[in-house]
């Protein structure tokens, strides 16, 4: 299983369509999101099988921040901004792009230290249960260690949806589940049952999870919003109905068009982070010379124009800085 959609294996891969179809004539069509991170348009095959999805909720201190009134990819996503459209041309180098460049830029200035620069995944969930942040990106894996573990701090931490920006309220889902059988597997037919067997009973995976996972066909989980409504565990109860919203609002890598095996290289090579970061650790054109340097490893054309943009981007922000 992969936690990211994974086009580059495609033809290591059987076409997955089988599957599909009997779920869906089992249990109805799937969310959007499922297919646009499982199907290649182009060759017309399912490279993989995804049951479920992570919504990716914003979680801050409801105590800090009430008085006042992200992921990369959620903010580029909120300016209007895609590394490529429907069609799979390449548009990163864009006015909306330099826009959510300058806004990351003046939030780390302004609002960040630099140690965040080198966290891991969990980096920010031990931040926020410490009381050291006030705002992340995160999954419900936060407030979950935090009821889990009776931790102080975590009534105070509530869930939003995705910010919404000048272009549109949208976020990234968290964690994509994608399954692949590969084509050298001994029991072809058994995994494929397996999968099918799994969707059946995925109401019990959900509750299992704890409301992580999240479900790629919605009929497998009728009574969610009852269940999200409703959970003993947090505080106040009703604190993750949001996530119900935040199905609606998850896309995927890729967006607006399908995952395929280039947008694959640039989530699993950084290359979105890395423009981020390079932009608001140094300024114009000082910012382009050191981010092309990552170019010279990588082969892909693709990727290499993809670089060519966001340093192009990144030198955009060298006359701006934030009022």
């Known amino acids: 299983m992969f936690l990211s959609p994974p086009p580059v294996y495609e033809d290591q891969v059987i076409d997955h369509r089988e599957v599909y179809e009997e779920c869906e004539h089992k249990h109805g069509k799937p969310v959007e999101l499922a297919v646009k991170s499982s199907y290649n348009p182009k060759t017309k095959k399912y490279f993989a099988f995804s049951d479920s999805f992570v919504p990716d909720p914003m979680n801050c201190r409801k105590d800090l921040w009430d008085d006042v009134g992200m992921a990369m990819r959620t903010v580029l996503f909120a300016f209007g901004g895609s590394v490529q459209d429907e069609h799979s041309n390449v548009i990163l180098d864009s006015k909306q792009t330099l826009e959510a460049v300058k806004l990351v830029k003046a939030l780390y200035e302004n609002a960040m230290t630099a140690e965040v620069l080198a966290w891991d995944a969990s980096s920010n969930n031990r931040a926020m249960l410490a009381g050291k942040i006030s705002l992340c990106l995160n999954a419900i894996s936060v407030t979950r260690e935090g009821e889990n573990k009776h931790i102080p701090v975590t009534p105070s931490i509530q869930l939003t949806q995705a910010l919404a920006g000048p272009g549109r309220r949208m976020g990234m889902e968290h964690v994509m589940d ?45 009574d969610l919003e009852k269940l999200i409504s409703n959970d003993p565990k947090a505080q106040p109860n009703d604190k993750y109905k949001i996530l119900g919203t935040l199905m609606n ?31 608001a650790m140094m300024d114009g054109l000082s910012g382009f010379g050191a981010f092309w340097k990552v170019v010279v490893p990588l082969s892909s054309a693709w990727v290499c124009l993809l670089f060519w943009c966001a340093a192009t981007c990144i030198s955009g922000v060298r006359s701006w800085a934030p009022a």
């Open 178 to 222: 994608c399954y692949v059988i590969w084509k050298f597997a001994k029991n072809i037919g058994g995994a494929k049952q397996f999968l099918v067997d799994y969707i059946d009973s995925f109401r019990e995976g959900f509750l299992a999870s704890q409301f992580y996972n999240f479900p790629s066909f919605p009929s497998t989980v009728p």
């Open 249 to 279: 609002q998850a896309t995927n890598v890729g967006y607006p068009g399908y995952a395929n095996a280039a947008t694959d290289e640039i989530f699993n090579t950084w290359v979105l982070n890395t423009m981020f970061a390079k932009a």
